[in-house]
């Protein structure tokens, strides 16, 4: 690794494992152009990037933006970072705006004058864990966000709550984590809806002010001790604005406060003249102000209004927006302009609430910046419920993985827009199943631009229960169940390699070329991946298919589903009989939360494992909390050697 400044006109020769890199820049009008000139097949990274997994003959600006579906070359989190297949990898060391151009045998950055970049050579993983140290280690969620998440923005009430809860139960579908959208004021977003208070003082409010007798939520506290009882942990919707409110929004006395305290006291983002900046017309939330997390200040009195509702038992928040610096000009509190606040902020807001909430709650988190693995976890923002939609997640969801961003997850199906048919719902949750985040999400009912995308009539929730209810598909609500069940049982295999992935700073959703940069079929199979250690998952991503065909890396590779064993380095049809396209590595193990002989999809029990040790000999490193040692599984022939705590494991053989 090697930094370097491009100031004036210069030429580096960089070595790489094989052969070198010739880097030359000059100075040009606003800019300066830096090209590098090498052999390569292909270039990753560059954050979320829905367009591409390999960016060889694109364009790329690095830009945070806000784009409500399709995103194409937009993106809600980029990083200007990449790494080729060469063994060559840049970051460029700016928060300002970049534009990277992939060509055949070159690759142009326009950084800014007189700008910095941080050169790495070696394999993929050596690449990407320098880039992440840059700016520090991944960090780890709590197990429970590796369970099912169910959300809906309708859910505005307790009792919409408390009816998912007896969903859940009654279709035997495991969730550990309901986020609630629409569960505030919607002006403070820090109150539950329908509360009666006075104005509140600076220090916040202790939850004792909150007169909730004729709110739709009369008892969060006791609601949220009656989801933990069930083993499902609560999460709030937030978005970073003094909101202006529109004329036919009831009037909010305390939103009125907070945005003249924000003007007088300097806690919002201001415009070049010192006047306070406001979301520019046709952005979301236009005319709101934008707090300023620059400023230890706003910190402060922002998470002093929020701080009782971790104190009521909320375990993390939905951190949604972050897109709104849309001038250069503006200022901020320590120095910086929206130059480098374009990109900047996302960051800066979602750091700031990760600090807040501490180790053993969540974030899930839309907008984002270089070095967004510091913060968990992240989804894929806003997609409609289309098959070409589900391939663009993916691709957004592989190449933010390759850019060192470890826990990711999408909107199962979609949330937008008319409801996914059933076969569009089945593969998105089959694939969501095997990424780092599962969770379904819907829209509000009829559209949430309904002047742009009207939405399906009558209601848009994505839950499994109500898709068998809209499609008339008996039976519907239990296959999907079964998706569910089976993540449960998969949570103790997930847990250990996030822990892994973050000691080792690797993601934890892998595409192939990670692994193998210099294989042709690799490169190709762009919508494969590994997950963890030791499954490949190869999803299904058009209407109706059972099937497809898939490339094996080396070694042997047994279906979850079936325990055929497939030899690798081939291409093979995997037909419906295995059920979905999932893989065992020969030489790995699979965790389970799985009753003894009970078939997977089963109800997961926390006291019952089951141990798939594939291959005649191998070993496996079981990881159950983060700076303890990991338990170590060793088979070879006949023989097993367990640690002693789980000797009384179920243990399967497949050779």
Known sequence: ??????????????????????????????????????????????????????????????????????????TYCPAPFFWTDSGFGLYAATDQVTEFTFEDDQIRVQLPENGGAVLFAGEPETMIREYMGLFGPAKLPPEWAFGPWISANHWNSQ????????????????????????????????????????????????GEEFDLSESPWPDPRGMIRQLHEAGVHFVLWQVPVYKKQGP?????????????????????????????????????????????????????????????????????????????????????????TGREGR??????????????????????????????????????????????????????????????????????????GPLPTPDLYRRATMLACFCPIMQWHS????????????????????????????????????????????????????????????AES???????????PRSEQALAAWDEFLLGESLLVAPLLEENQTGRTLWLPEGGWYALFTGQRFEGRQTIEAGPELRFPVFVREGCALVLNLPAGAPLGTGADTAALRLILAGDTGEYAWHTAPGKPARVLRWSGDAVQLPPDVENAEVIRWR
């Open 1 to 74: 690794m090697k930094q370097i400044v491009c100031s004036g006109s210069g030429r580096l020769f960089w070595p790489l494992p094989q052969g070198e890199a010739r880097l030359d820049w000059q100075p040009r009008e606003g800019h300066t152009e830096l090209t590098v000139r090498l052999f390569y097949r292909g270039a990753w990274g560059m954050g979320e990037k829905y367009d591409a997994l390999n960016h060889k003959g694109c364009t790329v600006r690095n830009q945070v933006e806000e784009k409500f579906c399709f995103q194409g070359e937009h």
């Open 159 to 206: 009792a919409a709550v408390e009816a998912q809860l007896e969903e859940l139960r009654r279709h035997n579908c495991p969730a550990t984590v309901l986020v609630a959208e629409a569960w505030s004021d919607e002006a403070t977003f820090s109150i539950f809806n329908g509360a009666r208070y006075a104005p509140l003082p600076p220090e916040g409010p202790t």
């Open 248 to 336: 036919e929004e009831p009037p909010c006395p305390q939103n009125d406060q907070d945005r003249e305290d924000a003007v007088q006291l300097g806690l919002c983002v201001r415009n070049a003249d010192g006047t306070p900046y406001t979301i520019p017309e046709g952005h979301w939330f236009a005319g709101s102000l934008v707090p300023d997390f620059t400023n230890p200040e706003t910190v402060l009195r922002w998470f002093a209004r929020r701080q009782y509702l971790l104190d009521w038992g909320v375990d993390g928040f939905k951190t949604d927006g972050g897109e709104f610096i849309c001038s250069d000009a503006v200022q901020f509190a320590d120095g910086s």
């Open 343 to 416: 990109n900047r902020y996302a960051r800066q807001y979602t750091e700031a609430y990760s600090g807040f909430i501490g180790a053993e709650r969540v974030l899930f988190s839309r907008a984002g910046w270089a070095g967004q693995h510091t913060v968990p976890c992240h989804w894929a923002g806003d997609q409609q419920s289309r098959n070409s939609e589900l391939a663009s997640a993916l691709r957004a969801g592989l190449s933010a993985a390759l850019t060192g961003i470890p826990f990711w997850g999408f909107d199962i199906a979609g949330f937008a």
């Open 443 to 502: 829209e509000p009912d009829g559209g949430q631009f309904r002047e742009l995308m009207p939405g399906g009539e009558g209601n848009n929730e994505r839950s499994p229960w109500n898709m068998e209810t809209a499609w008339a598909a008996p039976g519907f609500a239990e296959e999907m169940a079964f998706w569910h069940r089976l993540r449960m049982n998969l949570l103790p295999y997930l847990y250990s390699e996030a822990i892994r992935a973050v």
């Open 506 to 516: 690797r993601p934890l959703m892998r595409p192939l070329v990670y692994h193998w």
